[in-house]
């Protein structure tokens, strides 16, 4: 899984915030690295040089394999509270996308029989 952040001029990124990102997303989108070729990251501030509550936004774009992009965006107060609440809707919309993926494959492989038994074929490799 490939992480790639860019900001705005408003934002200063640094090693720090960088490394920040990376663990936080690593440790939320774990579960899927093996599905997921490419996560961006684009973080900006929306109210620029004035300051606000949620003016600080996180939008997370996921390349899964074999599917469509995936995004969600956050607003929150400060950059890594931002990511961190993107980066947990993005999970549940994971969890949700590739749940339906499996949910319909699953229903490819299971046919009725005539005698009203289910029988089960093993799924072909994709």
Do not use: W
């Amino acid at each position: 899984m490939q992480i790639q952040i860019s900001s705005d001029k408003n934002i200063s990124m640094h090693k720090k915030l960088s490394n920040l990102i990376h663990s936080d997303l690593y440790r939320i989108l774990d579960h899927f690295k093996n599905d997921i070729t490419r996560v961006e990251v684009h973080l900006s501030d929306e109210n620029g040089d004035k300051s606000g509550a949620q003016d600080k936004r996180c939008r997370l774009e996921v390349r899964p394999k074999r599917h469509q992009s995936l995004a969600v965006t956050n607003d929150s107060s400060d950059i890594p509270t931002a990511v961190t609440g993107a980066a947990a809707k993005m999970q549940r919309l994971l969890v949700s996308t590739f749940g339906r993926i499996e949910d319909r494959n699953r229903s490819l492989t299971t046919r009725a029989s005539g005698q009203g038994q289910n029988l089960v074929l093993k799924p072909e490799a994709l």
